[in-house]
Structures are given as structure tokens and as C-alpha cells.
T-cell receptor
Framework: NAGVMQNPRHLVRRRGQEARLRCSPM?????VYWYRQLPEEGLKFMVY????????ESGMPKERFSAEFPKEGPSILRIQQVVRGDSAAYFC?????????????FGQGTRLTVV | KNQVEQSPQSLIILEGKNCTLQ??????????LRWYKQDTGRGPVSLTI?????NTKSNGRYTATLDADTKQSSLHITASQLSDSASYIC???????????FGAGTRLFVKA
């Protein structure tokens, strides 16, 4: 049973381009969470999705950021018109259900660099 | 405001020594508290989870304690190894919907 898979591991984008980050949850997991980690800082919650639904997007910037988790395929975090401040590590986690006492397993992250 | 504060921010110890990391939280109502280990460039990995009724949980050389009355937790690492060098993150979850707060982490350096 493969763990949470994120790709790409490293992504370089020029200012104004779009970044698409992918997350394949663990087999059987239908709940996905996205986090952002700035250098030397802790993880910050962005969005929580269940298959085809956004449950909580309170941590997501209102503009340029969007997330989806379609019925088939990986979850996608999309950042449009990237700016230097978007440079960070983006982590995805998945869990079996949405209960807070259910362990969420993290992927290795995607390191986005905006030049 | 729900917060999780960790101390110290960073710590350097010699291989073989013990150390204790602290976590204070204000998340309410409380559901559970986890400690994660995050190696550089990797995703966090869960070490322990404790609910309201538990006050200690061990995982090998890692022992976590929880005082739900004072809203404090600690992670004690015994006989440290070089591979313990990592960030240790305290994560607190509340009840009633999705409410999970991550601490900023303690960066531990174990030196030979």
C-alpha cells in the first residue's frame, strides 16, 4: 500500500505562470488536506476536501488559489499567476475519514520556487 | 483564539543525552494531541496521539505526556541518536468540525 504520493517533488515557475500540484491519497482514503510550509515556519492549513467536495477552505487565499479532488484521479492544488511569496513547501495529507482522531498520513511535499 | 505554542524553538544536544520538548495549547474544546517528527525535506510522520483521558504515551525512545487541565504536553526523547535530528511538531485537534492547529515546531539538532 503506497503512501501519499505528491508530484512533482520540486517545481520552478516564473512569476505569472500557473503551478499545479498533485496529490494521490493512500488507497482507500477519501479525505485530503493541503498545507503550506514557509521556510523555517510551521505547517499552515489551507483546505480540506472529500471526494468531489470542498469541506473547509478557510486557510486558502481568496484569490489565485483553488483546489479540487475529483471522483477519479488525484487532488490538485492550483496556483494561478504565481508570485515570489508563493514559494514554499506544499504538503498533502490523507485520512480514512474526517474524524480528528483518525491519523492523517503526509506526503513528501512539493517544493515550489517562484523565480 | 486557538493556538499551539512550542518551546524551545531550537535545541542542540549531544548524542546519548535526553531532552524534553514543550507544547502549550489553547484549543478548545479539545479532542486530541499528536506529536509529529519532520525530517528535513520530508513530510511529517506521526509519533504519538493522546486523547483527553490519556496522560502518557510511549513510542520507543519517545514518551509524550499530556496535562489536559493545564493544557500542556511534553515530548521526552531518551538516549538521543543522530537520526533524531529533525523538527518536532505538536498538533492539537478540537471537536465539532475540522479544527486542527499545528505548532511551529522545535528544531532538534543531535551532535556526535
Amino acid at each position: 500500500n503506497a503512501g501519499v504520493m505528491q508530484n512533482p517533488r520540486h517545481l520552478v515557475r516564473r512569476r505569472g505562470q500557473e503551478a499545479r500540484l498533485r496529490c494521490s491519497p493512500m488507497k482507500g482514503h477519501s479525505h485530503v488536506y493541503w498545507y503550506r510550509q514557509l521556510p523555517e515556519e510551521g505547517l499552515k492549513f489551507m483546505v480540506y476536501l472529500q471526494k468531489e467536495n470542498i469541506i473547509d477552505e478557510s486557510g486558502m487565499p481568496k484569490e489565485r488559489f483553488s483546489a479540487e479532488f475529483p471522483k477519479e484521479g488525484p487532488s490538485i492544488l492550483r496556483i494561478q499567476q504565481v508570485v515570489r511569496g508563493d514559494s514554499a513547501a506544499y504538503f498533502c495529507a490523507s485520512s480514512l475519514n474526517g474524524q480528528t482522531d483518525t491519523e492523517a498520513f503526509f506526503g513528501q511535499g512539493t517544493r515550489l520556487t517562484v523565480v | 483564539k486557538n493556538q499551539v505554542e512550542q518551546s524551545p524553538q531550537s535545541l542542540i544536544i549531544l548524542e546519548g543525552k535526553n531532552c524534553t520538548l514543550q507544547c502549550n495549547y489553547t484549543v478548545s474544546p479539545f479532542s486530541n494531541l499528536r506529536w509529529y517528527k519532520q525530517d528535513t525535506g520530508r513530510g511529517p510522520v506521526s509519533l504519538t496521539i493522546m486523547t483527553f483521558s490519556e496522560n502518557t504515551k510511549s513510542n520507543g525512545r519517545y514518551t509524550a505526556t499530556l496535562d489536559a487541565d493545564t493544557k500542556q504536553s511534553s515530548l521526552h526523547i531518551t538516549a538521543s541518536q543522530l537520526s533524531d535530528s529533525a523538527s518536532y511538531i505538536c498538533v492539537v485537534s478540537g471537536t465539532g468540525g475540522f479544527k486542527t492547529i499545528f505548532g511551529a515546531g522545535t528544531r532538534l539538532f543531535v551532535k556526535a
